[in-house]
């Protein structure tokens, strides 16, 4: 295929640190504020499109892109038939349980009926299962630290990186639901097809992240993990 | 007021009408695969697209199981919709088919279906065609699956096939010989099921495995190539079980080699399926023009044994959807079908009959207007029709229909005189 490889890369939080990624591993030359007005950008190395973080996956999957960047997050909730083939490092944040203060689950006392406010029902499914609690979910699309305040839900299982919107909106933590951070995936048959293009990009990607990480004690991203409003 | 409500005119999410060149397509494919099939002495069968549930769910890929249309039989027993064909040729083995002489060689075609979400881009219903060798538990036979499915892709005209041939016990037996507890082994398997390499290396941090076992472990995408890498594994793997499984691959490259398919086989080591389910060998067939693979094989040793009639068996399902999806982005060709459509003027009624069915002897598709009309002398035909007067037949071909079928209707209107 010209053009090399078809990567994936999410829109938002992700965007800017995984376009610097594959520059320094020198995968692509991408200027973000480029792709950012047209979507696509075809260089000698690779083609690079921008899309919605949560159709990463579905493009890789389906085999339209041949690699994906993607925070874990996504992958957790929409399992799809694809590689995952390097922890990348930047994005850190995690999934925990926080409740509004004063409730009682921040004394560490769960009552026997509980209704948590999620974007993220899947891992938060699998966290409850494995902690043996009986959870009501209650699936949004956004704003999930309002729940509680109006009365939807006793608690939230939500995304946080510096907590500061828990704070914000009167919620502490419980506990820690799960670690995300950015991930390569691969299609399946791309890893067959073009094994060498992918096994190389991973490798790349590899030792640009632990370079990093050695150089400079910190993933190579100046601002790490999600920007809190 | 009609007590019939009017039907909907939309499909259920998942599922595809197939019309004009695209069900041309998919027929030939189908049709390429059973003749090849046939050719190389497998026997056709059929079998109901209704199994009971416990029998389907013996069949490959646990993570399936969810993924079934099931309903209730009168009686209350739970029936499911078949989401892959080889338990249902199993069940005919073990019953109808028992005491034939070995080895038993089967093949079928037909839809499966899946009630997986719609709008994942996945369908629901797709076109399976298959063969199952029953009966011989050497590696002549898993060779010979692996060249009927590379022989019947190309039949249907599939270029640039890529087979990757692992085994079943290759990361088991690797796992086994690691020197893990029971905890990270089963971490470790369950990430090499989900395909999360990040999780593999996570739970193998920490570990007592082997370096050897660790380093190949983690190298899993890459332990791939031709026959040298069977060396490169051997050089660094001391575990009889794991030195075992190279040797059969060995093996099987050179009954491969004989039958001159090895230029596009890969081993591939880091191949991970569907342990419980497969006990040796196992394949898939990729092409550069499709994310997904066109098709998947293996030995199932284990499978005849849960219906009482214990059995080596290997065998392999061709995917003709992803097939004809290949074809399409392969050639970006699209043509259909070519009927003649043959008019006649009125006098010319009973000749036309006779002329069209000679057509058709002669293998062309006809289709004969059913009422007659005239055409004046000189009038310009359209594309793909004749028309047969006092003053004999006259055609026009479409361009990409060459000097052949000239030839055909110049001797047909010969043979009338």
Redesign the interface.
Known sequence: ?NGGLRIALPAGALFEDACRLLVAAGVAEIDPARLDRQLSLVTRLATVVKVRPTDVP?YV????CDAGIVGKDILWES?R???????LRFGACRLVLAAPEGSPLTRGSFPRSLRAATKYPVAARRYFDSVGLAVELIKLHGSVELAPAMGLADCVVDITATGRTLTANHLVEVAEAGRSTA?LIS?????????GA??QL?AALRRTVTDGEVSSGSPPSAGRGRSAP | MSALQSPARGRAGGFADWVGAAAQRRRAVTEAFVDTFASWGYEYLATPLVEPLETVAAGVGGGLQTQLFRFMDADGSLLALVGERTVSVARVVATQLQGSPSPLRLCYAGPVLFNRAPLGGRRREAMQAGCELIGHPGLAADAECIAVAAAALERAGIAGVQIDVGHADFVPSLLDSANLDAASRARVAAALHQRDLVAVEEALRGTEAGDAERELLLAFPTLRGGREILDTAGARITGPRPRRVLADLAELWTVLDRHGITASVHLDLGAVRDWDYYTGPTFELFSADLGWPLGTGGRYDRLLEAFGAGAPATGFVLHVDRCCDALLRGTGENGGASVLRLGYAPEQAREAVVVASRLRGAGLAVALDLEASVQRPGELLGDGRAHLDGGGLRWRLRDREGGGLDALLAACVEDAR
């Open positions: 295929m579905v999957e389906m085999g339209a399992p038939d694809c590689y995952e083939l390097v922890d991930r299609n399946q048959a791309s890893l067959k097809t073009r094994s992918v096994n991973a």
